[in-house]
């Protein structure tokens, strides 16, 4: 299995609202990532999450709260977002760099969000 | 080349043909590199993989040279079809992390 899931597919939401995105695998990836894509760009990183610890965080408004309740689920809390967050959500998950050696990240679908 | 402004890059082509998208990267520190492939609505695919141990890995029909020299990277896809259609990015991973930078992309258009 070699699948990332990613609910919901869409997400529309007011300023004031709170809601949350889910990603799981089950390929017994350790490392977990939340990147951002808008239209017509390459997506941007977020977060990353290594054992189930915040690894990498990249800047990111506080309104976006990321967490990793187990090695197979991640989620992404949002609250008070922006029009200018509206964008594809993408979750990914890969095994961790040791030493030398990286890994290919698996992608999921993407929920693409609209803050109206 | 690079995008501008909300435009990207496109390569068209027909059928059949031979598709060569590059890539340049920005690190010397990147020891890992991977195409990806994205089509409209989904989430970025993995294509092919290369380290900076090596500088040409062969795929199913497709293959990466990586020029280390130069920074610059290219996706090769042979009898390129229509299914090959969308928007394909090179990734660097920088060395020792497990953080991935995405190049701008191009778009691959395949016409009959």
């Known amino acids: 299995d070699t699948e990332v899931t990613q609910t919901p597919k869409h997400l529309v939401m007011g300023m004031t609202n709170k809601k949350s995105l889910k990603c799981e695998q089950h390929?017994?990836?350790?490392?977990m990532y939340w990147y951002k894509q808008k239209a017509k760009k390459p997506p941007e990183l977020m977060f990353v999450?290594?054992?189930?610890?915040?690894?990498i965080n990249e800047s990111v408004p506080s309104r976006f709260s990321p967490e990793c309740p187990n090695s197979s689920l991640l989620n992404l809390h949002l609250h008070a977002l922006q029009p200018e967050d509206s964008a594809l959500y993408l979750c990914?998950?890969?095994?961790?760099?040791?030493?030398?050696?990286?890994?290919?990240?698996?992608f999921g679908p993407g929920t693409r969000l609209t803050v109206t | 080349g690079e995008s501008v402004g909300l435009h990207l890059p496109t390569l068209s082509v027909q059928e059949g043909d031979n598709s060569i998208i590059n890539c340049a990267y920005s690190?010397?520190?990147?020891?890992?590199f991977i195409w990806y492939k994205q089509e409209s609505g989904k989430g970025p695919q993995f294509i092919i993989d290369?380290?900076?141990?090596?500088d040409k890995r062969q795929g199913q029909r497709v293959t990466v040279l990586l020029n280390k020299t130069v920074k610059h990277l290219s996706l090769q896809i042979a009898a390129t079809q229509p299914g090959d259609s969308a928007v394909y990015f090179c990734?660097?991973?920088?060395?020792?992390?497990?953080?991935?930078?995405f190049g701008t992309g191009t778009r691959l258009q395949v016409f009959p």
């Open positions: 999450y290594s054992y189930e610890k915040l690894s």
């Open positions: 990914a998950s890969s095994h961790l760099t040791t030493g030398a050696l990286s890994y290919e990240q698996y």
């Open positions: 390929m017994g990836h350790r490392a």
């Open positions: 990734a660097e991973n920088r060395y020792n992390t497990d953080k991935l930078i």
């Open positions: 290369i380290r900076s141990n090596m």
């Open positions: 690190n010397s520190a990147s020891d890992y």
